[in-house]
């Protein structure tokens, strides 16, 4: 009984995992604990530092306006010195960002460290990453292989948000920033256990924008300006969620418990993507998340922003799974891992930026409405995604 159990237990993860990956697994559990643990108060922190909403999105546009133009020559290090590398200096960054933002209580000039710090590290890490996962990956896994990373992510955004919570309900956000930086750092660790074999190569800077505008690409770019969604998702709704919430700990406790309803369920997505139509998955996933978004003007009760977190979650999930292990196909069957892998990244902050940029004009014009003309503009981004 036991061993049938396991033995159907067992489809829902890769049989061919290559060593480089699993040691990637366990940087990603770490790393995503510790980012996970503070990002989403940030834009609280922020607004606590005296930051208007519109200073907090002008802090986060300036980060990616900076990293969609030093994006290639993350690529170019990268390529030069080895992802594991580049993915490891981009820690360093990382941590220079966090004590940038504990800086800011007693200097408000830590800003202008802060915002080149994430935007660097933005550059190091996403080309190097999303590259691994499309060399190292298996073909025939390769769904499973991202719902299993996917769904670390998600364990790791479980135990992260609570710890953050309440970290800040015995303590205060230096406290937190300090366990935060001690977890990245030592999240360096599994890269370091199989030396990485590499052959340097080149990468073209201009190259880089010339196939961002390339027709052939059209469709696959705007697909990825459906994560404008995820800049309203990440920076905008913790805001409105602690709006109900009052207090740090409630939000952790609440995001934590919504996060953990979503993890089987994505190790079952993967193997269904494996198995199933790709595109298909990823149309249904991105059809269910638009329509969350829609129901997001709706919530005002703190079981409904339960409700409605835990399904965006999931929803999002759906997506993501096939979205992802599309990309990383592509990369090797045109055998330009590294150039897909940007094309990718400087697609999602262009979406990223219009996304900033639409929320400055509907605060502008219509400040009364504002959450609910947000969550419709997000729910519009979101069904770009199934354009792939």
Known sequence: MFS??????SHFFPRHLAPQLRELYVTIGILNLATAAVMIFEPIYLLQRNYQLSGVIGFYLSVYLIYFFIMPFGAKVALRFGYNKSIIVSSLFLVGYY??????????????????????????YWPGFHSEFARYGDPHEEAREVSNREAIDIMASVIGPFLGGLTLYLSNFSTLFIIVCLLILISNLPLLVTPEVFTPGEFSYLDAYRRLLAPENRRYVLSFFGYGE?????????????????????????????????TTIILYVGRLADHSNKRDVLKIGSVLYTLVWCLRPFIATISGIFAIDSLSRLTKKILTVPQLSIIYERGRETHHIMRNSVLFEMSLVIGKILAML???????????????????????????????
Do not use: C, D, H
Not at 4 to 9: A, D, G, H, I, W
Not at 102 to 119: K, N, Q, T
């Open 4 to 9: 049938r159990f396991f033995s159907y237990l």
């Open 230 to 262: 995820e800049f309203i998702v990440l920076v905008l709704w913790p805001i409105y969620m602690f709006t109900f919430m009052g207090s740090f700990l409630s939000l952790g406790s609440l995001v934590a418990a919504s996060t953990l309803l979503t």
């Open 358 to 388: 639409a929320i400055i004009i509907v605060f502008s014009i219509w400040p009364l409405n504002a959450w609910t003309i947000i969550f419709i503009v997000a729910a519009l981004f979101t069904l770009l995604y199934s354009l792939l």
């Open 99 to 124: 004590l940038s933002l504990l800086g800011l209580g007693s200097a408000p000039v830590f800003i202008l460290i802060a915002i080149p710090s994430l935007a660097i590290q933005k550059a190091l």
